[in-house]
């Protein structure tokens, strides 16, 4: 067994790296648009039990129903309207699918394994998460709809405003690690759960985790869709593989992105919530990516369960939660933050 591993090892280094990094970068692509995939029936089938439904249990017994979701959608004729900007209609889809996923390439998955450990790595997730406003501004734009115009204006106005809360929230991670690397910031939570940030930045943490639901479009945060107008919003003139690519993608992967970072920042990432209390040696101790998986599997599941439970805010009650109440928690916690280090209190104790 150890000589076959030693072989594979071998052959796998024989590879020139660009065709490996190539390789990798595919496998998670394929890996991630799978779990887009599984993420929606897992949604319809803890919403139903939740609310006492059945869900999905035909094709397949369910379990086979994203997959003919696809098909359906990629089967369905792309309508381009006789006066919409050709160009910029298609430009939309690609710029939220580059968006949603580029991101993932300075993801720390383990210890040992991430695609670009760059240091500016915080920075970089900011810079590609704004840019799905520019997506959702385009895709109302171009379609000369004033239905989708107005969709893409108040969707874009939502993802702004919390865009700021979120960043304001990531400061505050920033000051705690002193690093914007993203494997940096994971190393310096060890020690175990109460030392990981959610304990010391815990109104942060809540702060980053309601604007992550409103920038992903999740319920309670959904007026994308507005029903005052019995339209879609600013993807409303979109079908087929246009709206999957411009919608439903960026939205799921959004929402997995979401979780994962959130994991990340405030619950230590691939470590261990044994770290420090059991062995170095021990198996729970180690760190590696099954907590990192665990962790992002728990936050999904309570994106599905905040929109079971809340019913849709206004839009005006969004727009204050925002710009009222998230952004001046934010400020208010990173002058506690400034007073704790200057104390030399938590994490910054010397």
């Known amino acids: 067994m150890s000589a076959a591993l030693v072989m594979l090892s071998d052959a796998w280094n024989a590879i020139p790296e660009l065709m490996r990094t190539t390789g990798l970068i595919l496998v998670v692509v394929v890996l991630l648009i799978i779990s887009v995939a599984m993420l929606t029936l897992a949604e319809r089938k803890v919403i139903g039990y939740m609310q006492a439904r059945i869900g999905p249990n035909r094709v397949g017994k369910g379990w ?123 190393r310096a939570q060890q020690g175990g759960a109460l030392s990981w940030y959610w304990f010391w930045l815990f109104p942060l943490f809540l702060v980053y985790f309601i604007s992550g639901l409103a920038e992903t479009n999740r319920a309670p945060f959904d007026v994308a869709e507005g029903e005052s107008e019995i339209v879609a919003g600013f993807h409303v003139e979109y079908s087929g593989a246009t709206f999957a690519t411009l919608f439903a993608l960026p939205e799921y992967a959004n929402m997995i992105l979401v979780s994962l970072l959130t994991s990340l920042f405030f619950f230590g990432g691939w470590l261990s919530p044994f770290d420090g209390y059991l062995g170095a040696h021990t198996l729970l101790a180690k760190p590696g990516f099954f907590w990192l998986m665990l962790k992002t599997f728990f936050f999904l599941f309570v994106f599905l369960w905040v929109r079971a439970t809340f019913p849709r805010y206004r839009y005006d009650q969004i727009m204050r939660l925002g710009w009222k109440v998230l952004l001046p928690v934010t400020l208010v916690w990173l002058a506690v933050e400034g007073v704790l280090a200057y104390l030399e209190v938590g994490p910054w104790a010397k």
Do not use: C, H
């Open 64 to 186: 086979l129903q994203p997959f003919a979701d696809v098909f359906k959608l990629l089967m369905k004729e792309i309508i381009l309207p006789a006066n919409a900007s050709k160009f910029l209609f298609l430009l939309a889809p690609v710029l939220s699918v580059m968006a949603a996923f580029a991101t993932w390439a300075v993801v720390p998955f383990s210890p040992e394994f991430v695609f670009a450990d760059i240091d500016a790595g915080l920075l970089y997730i900011l810079a590609l998460t704004s840019m799905g406003v520019y997506g959702i501004i385009i895709a109302g734009w171009a379609t000369n709809s004033k239905y989708a115009f107005l969709g893409a204006m108040r969707s874009a106005a939502q993802m702004v405003a919390y865009e700021i809360a979120m960043g304001f929230a990531l400061i505050g991670v920033l000051m705690a690690a002193g690093s914007l690397n993203l494997g940096e910031i994971i």
